[in-house]
């Protein structure tokens, strides 16, 4: 019998326009490999996220730890793979471009609010899988203000997101690395759109 696989925390960068995509994920890796945060390819990435598209993974850039934000005292930031097998440590994967937009979260303690009146719903997985079995119907009402809003204008604390196409950091725990100014602003002026983040463990 197979040994279960643990979840690998991840902290994921994307646009803020669930419909943004770049032209091709070569711009984006051009960018971040002239920033330094990413550096040569490395291992074939972790394909839990069921693809179609190879993605493509990097080992971390000599800039990385210049362009995320570490908190606490003394993070143990893996960035080197213990063996061939080895996926639980800090490198770089860039998806593939979606067709459609997707939406990703953590499995556990993701809450989604209403932007208006700042009130959790408790049926939003139900909302979630409604919106996968049509993804052009986004539309959203409130059921505590009844405000008609997007799918896409729910706030997730960090916790969840929508994208097609997303820059997973391996190992980094919730809130354990967070991206600089300087890297969000280079993907923004690269894209032409502000980009944002979320933290995953899938």
């Known amino acids: 019998m197979s040994a279960i696989e643990k979840p690998i925390y991840r902290l994921v960068l994307h646009s803020q326009d ?3 995509a770049p032209e091709s994920s070569e711009t984006i890796q051009t960018l971040l490999q ?3 945060f990413i550096g ?10 069921n693809e179609d598209v190879q ?9 990385f730890l210049q362009l995320l934000t570490f908190m606490g005292c003394s993070p143990a930031i893996n960035l080197v793979p213990t063996d061939d097998d080895d996926r639980d440590f800090c490198h770089i994967v860039l998806s593939s471009i979606y067709t ?3 939406f990703r979260s953590h499995e556990r303690e993701v809450f989604a609010r209403c932007p208006e009146c700042g009130r959790r719903d408790p049926h939003w997985q139900t909302q979630i899988e409604d919106w996968q079995a049509d993804n052009l119907r986004t539309n959203y009402t409130c059921s505590y203000c009844d405000k008609n809003l997007s799918l896409y204008d729910l706030r997730w604390r960090q916790a969840a997101g929508f994208g097609r196409f997303f820059i997973d950091v391996f ?6 690395g967070i991206p600089t100014d300087k890297l969000l602003s280079a993907l923004e002026t690269v894209s032409a759109q502000p980009w944002t983040y979320f933290f995953t463990n899938r």
């Open 18 to 20: 669930a419909h943004y």
């Open 171 to 176: 190992s980094i725990f919730p809130q354990e």
């Open 34 to 36: 002239d920033l330094g």
């Open 55 to 63: 993605q493509q993974a990097f080992l971390v850039g000599e800039q």
């Open 100 to 102: 459609h937009a997707q």
């Open 40 to 49: 040569q390819a490395c291992v074939k990435p972790d394909n839990r996220l």
